[in-house]
């Protein structure tokens, strides 16, 4: 395509953008499949009652899809966002597949490691070329527009297992919606989605961002801006992956049924999702660093209140405040990444913050699970929400105020 012809924007690419939306949507719901059930999946159909042992599945998952983050970020350019995108969806097929048939746990974790691997790939490209697509205008609503149809697809479809679970056994109903989702979003992808290079040609043409002389180290450690969110998205889902594996236990444990557990974990990422239609929209606006700061304040302290109430509202409202927390900050990472890196950076930068993001995953199931069976699941709740809260003060005092687009902030 002539660059000439290409127009950046979201209303000027409004159809391809929609079907990437409505595609993440799927690339989410696969995860939702998950949310809700595995804790009890894993005890019922294995007899795991480890909370380390149970949360084996999202370290191999948070590792997998790290990786894939880290290498889908490298290889866009090179190979496509479609192409990365078609293989996600590929290796998403054989997951519910496996998780029905499943003879041993391992079979479960090497499931994971594969849904890990199809949600980098898949999810990562979606937000490179919604990216591609927008410009810089228009960025933080592009970012929160993908989340939000991401993580709203999480909520629902974690509600929707739940709710399958209680009526007709946490196995294998709730996983015939992962066949679903996996061949629809695979359809979609092949026939539809274009991919978006020559957008990122165009961008380059008039962008004056300085290029950073090393990506991973200024991404991770060197560029305060850069570095500041990297370190807040570790935590941000170091948190989500002590909720993920253990807030269902905590349910379960004071005798809530399938159900309640469904709503009571489908609150947190539904809010999460929907949040982000609003939130992604303020980043553009607002100071990126307030809302960074603000929203992992949020998530710190409403953790830190878990352990202090077993009624079903005051839970309920306490997952709806750690996903507003989370909302705040989500689009505002990639909208923050994506002003501070040039175009033809802006992929691996992504990717490198996605990599550690996603480890966060892996180190909240590591230290909550042995947290959790060394002095109870009260104690790895704290840990994790005073961490939390460490790391909003780290963007609050070491993240500059204004977003400088060049490699020597």
């Excluded at 898949?122 to 697509?133: F, H, N, Q």
């Excluded at 909520?155 to 109903?173: D, E, K, M, R, S």
């Excluded at 929907?274 to 100071?287: I, W």
């Amino acid at each position: 395509m002539n660059t000439d012809e290409i127009k950046l924007g979201l209303k000027e690419n409004w159809k391809q953008f929609t079907l990437l939306v409505v595609i993440n949507a799927f690339v989410g719901g696969m995860i939702g499949m998950e949310r809700s059930i595995f804790p009890q999946f894993a005890e019922s159909e294995f007899g795991i009652a480890s909370k380390t042992a149970i949360l084996s599945f999202i370290t191999a998952f948070g590792i997998t899809k790290a990786i894939a983050n880290f290498y889908t970020g490298r290889l866009a350019n090179q190979y496509g966002r479609k192409n990365l995108l078609l293989i996600g969806w590929l290796l998403a097929i054989p997951v519910p597949f496996i998780l029905i048939y499943a003879p041993a746990w391992s079979f479960v974790v090497f499931a994971n490691i594969l849904l890990g691997a199809s949600q980098g790939l898949a999810w990562s490209s979606t937000v490179v070329m919604k990216i591609d697509l927008v410009g810089e205008k228009d960025r933080g609503l592009a970012m929160g527009l993908n989340e939000f149809s991401g993580y709203f697809a999480v909520g629902v479809v974690a509600f929707l297992t739940g709710w399958i679970a209680n009526t007709y056994g946490v196995t294998p109903y709730p996983f015939y919606l992962g066949i679903f989702i996996a061949f629809v979003g695979l359809l979609l992808s092949i026939f539809w989605v274009r991919d978006t290079r020559d957008f990122v040609n165009k961008e380059s043409s008039t962008n004056k961002t300085g290029q950073l002389e090393n990506i991973f180290l200024e991404t991770t450690f060197k560029n305060k801006t850069l570095s500041s969110v990297t370190q807040a998205g570790l935590v941000n889902n170091l948190n989500d992956g002590m909720i993920w594996g253990l807030l269902p236990i905590i349910l379960l444990s004071l005798n809530y049924n399938n159900e309640n557990i469904g709503i009571i974990t489908a609150i947190y990422p539904t809010v999460w999702g929907f949040g982000q239609l609003f939130t992604g929209k303020m980043s553009d606006h607002y100071s990126k660093k307030a809302m960074l700061f603000w929203g992992m304040l949020l998530q710190g302290i409403a953790i830190f209140l878990i352990p202090f109430s077993n009624d079903f509202y005051i839970l309920a409202f306490i997952s709806g405040i750690i996903g507003l927390g989370t909302a705040l900050v989500y689009p505002t990472f990639l909208s923050t990444i994506a002003q501070a890196t040039s175009p033809i950076q802006r992929a691996e930068s992504i990717g490198t913050f996605r990599l550690w993001r996603d480890l966060g995953y892996a180190f909240g199931a590591i230290i909550s699970g042995i947290t959790a069976d060394l002095f109870g699941v009260e104690y790895a709740i704290y840990l994790i929400g005073g961490l939390t809260i460490i790391s909003s003060l780290i963007i609050k005092f070491r993240m500059p105020k204004h977003i400088k687009s060049t490699s020597a902030t």
